[in-house]
């Protein structure tokens, strides 16, 4: 307690280093989720910021000189002089600024200096982003036809589709065979296991050349199940591991009932290792799925450029590359992309902190 | 007594099992083969395939396991371990360890894959200049990244341990963890943007402009500072997993040492270096492994800010375009297994922690 009180004197500090932190950690997302609701031009013509009230000069009223006035020599503007570069750039007067309003004709504004927000918001970006853009074409006949580009939602659709099983695969095929490790033997077991750990750090380039060779062979390229297996292999290793820690811990008196009441170690692991292991598998689910939907590399390669199977990561990867200035486009669907990943993060921060540190904490 | 010396495999079990294992392939096959040419609504594939997916891997343990009961208890016994294990072995074989093996004997050959070329593709890694500043940059990757990312996140899981606030400053500190590389791509290229003229749209020319400096183009033209610029995202979206696991290790350092140190008068300094540093050890261990494989391996950051121009190559990035755009298979094998041996001191010191942890 002594302790306690005496940290209180920097405890100010403290926050006040850590609100700082926190505040540039959070400033780049906060820039994307402000643009993302700006019209297109505010995007490129001022910062997202402006968006908060702030000071700015704002037009005033404007003085017209005399048609003598030589623009090359010192020109006097209410009994002061400047030079015809001051005007353009503006010169400040006190609490005014002087600016050409308008050069030809010898109009020069007094700004004044106010408080201004840019409220403009919009959802246009979005509607553009999720259905696809709508382009008016005139054939050579004279005649128009709309085309609409493709849109985010079929991708949306499509990262789901692989998502999914590519959660869902693993973490079944990881749980057996943790349970397999931990509580049954059978020849080989340690080498295998073994195996399996060292995996946990081989990077995945050294395997893709390979399977791709593989999946061309058996048409297996661009396909939902071919995605689904390359995910599954990448994230196997990590998710066994994990589930292996969690499904050896439980007491072994637990199950040793059910087995003599005649249960097969099928039902066994149906029936109770699985109930009993939601929290573990919860926590590791939510990692490997995470892992799965920010995938670009894995996605790349294996769907390639057929447009039906793409995923999100590779569609916004594609405006970044093609579009790089329409920053109304990139924004939204930026967000758009992150709108799954951190809803999952904040509704089950607490399973998906615990999933990292069961691998990590240990001794 | 008779009965249990010698179990006696049906006729009937063998046939019903080799079915089982022929009915596997054909409904799942025949379904892959649905969906790879199917024109259906996308939403309903998408449903379709989820179930598939989902029910499906059940399906297999499940038929398998009933065609195993078919047989006596010696054999269900002897077989079963392999029936949970097999599907894992067979991904992990199939799609990871034999991958691994036939790259290396790939990076042997040249560029097509079809002469015998010794080391020469090794030797070209380090001499070819694209290759080496790839090479060099994996380097400041792994060092700067990874010391930044684990004394940030020590210092900020400290920082919240005192603060008053410490559940949100966690939350936001970790939250890019959960964005992706693309689109945090997009939300530094946003950041560090660059337009010639006055008014500058990206935040980090707006604050140079502001203090009466040049706006600069971070991620291009600052060679080779650019690599930095581009470092700096990684320690953003990884700082917040390092403070998570050192958050809980010190939250592990046991009070009564702490306050014995207090009471003999030992600064916070001493206590964090002198009684911190050392009994969180093994977790600053296993968090710098973790971020070290995670660095090598970088990949969309680069890809999406850059493309790897301006010198801001990766090893990754390399081996990408070395496969796909110059169908260089003996080039992209070989970066791909000297990635392989960069981690492979990671591997061991990695077993060997696991065997200290008291795992087998």
Known sequence: MVGRKKRKGNKTVVNIVLGIICFIWLLPTLGLFISSFRPAADILQTGWWKVFPHQEWKAGESLQLSKEVDLREPIEVNGKTYTDDQLKAGVTEGDHRLVWENRRARTVNVQERGWEVKPDFTLDNYKNVLSGKEYKLKLGDGSETVQKGTGLSQAFWNTLTIAVPATIIPVLIASFAAYAFAWLRFPGRKTLFVIIIAMLVIPIQVA?????????????????????LAHTAFGLPLVTYFMYNFISQLPKDLFESAFIDGASHFTIFSRLILPLSVPAL???????????????????????????????????????????????????????????PLTIFFLLQKYFVKGLMGGSVKG | MSAQAKPRISMKAVLLSLLVLLANIAVHGSIFLFFRDS????????????????????????TFNWAVEQYPEQVRRKVLPFIFVGPATLVLGWLLILPALRTLYLSFFNASSDKFVGLANYAAIFTDRLLATALRNNLLWVFVGTLACVSLGLLIAILADRSSYERIAKSI?????????VAAGVIWKFVYYYQPGDE??????AIVTFFGGEPQAWTS????????????????????????????????????????????????????????????????LTVTTTIIVFTLKIFDVVMVMTGGQYDTEVVATQFYRQFFMYRNFGYGSTLAIVLLIAVLPVIIINLRQFRKQGGF
């Open chain 2, 221 to 284: 033209m600052l060679q080779p500072w650019n690599n930095f610029f581009l470092i700096i995202i990684l320690i953003w979206m990884q700082t917040g997993f390092a403070m998570v696991i050192f958050s809980a290790a010190i939250k592990g350092v046991p009070e009564d040492i702490l306050e014995a140190a207090r009471v003999d008068g030992a600064g916070e300094v001493k206590i964090f270096f002198g009684i911190m540093i050392p009994y969180i050890s093994s977790t600053i």
């Open chain 1, 282 to 340: 919860a926590s590791i689910a939510i990692f490997q799925f995470l892992w799965v939907w920010n995938d670009y590399l894995v996605s790349l390669i294996f769907i390639g450029n057929q447009p039906n199977v793409q995923v999100m990561s590779m569609k916004i990867a594609d405006l970044v590359g093609s579009r790089g200035n329409d920053w109304h486009l990139l924004t939204s669907a930026a967000f758009i992309s992150m709108l799954m």
């Open chain 1, 208 to 228: 893709l050349i390979p399977i791709l060779k593989d999946y061309t062979a058996l048409g297996l390229n661009g396909s939902y199940l071919g995605i689904w």
């Open chain 2, 200 to 205: 500058q749209i990206g935040i980090l020319n």
């Open chain 2, 173 to 181: 500190i970790f939250m890019p963890m959960a964005i992706s590389f």
């Open chain 2, 39 to 62: 024109t259906l609504n996308p939403l309903l594939t998408a449903v379709f395939a989820v179930l598939w997916g989902v029910v499906g891997v059940y399906l297999i343990y499940y």
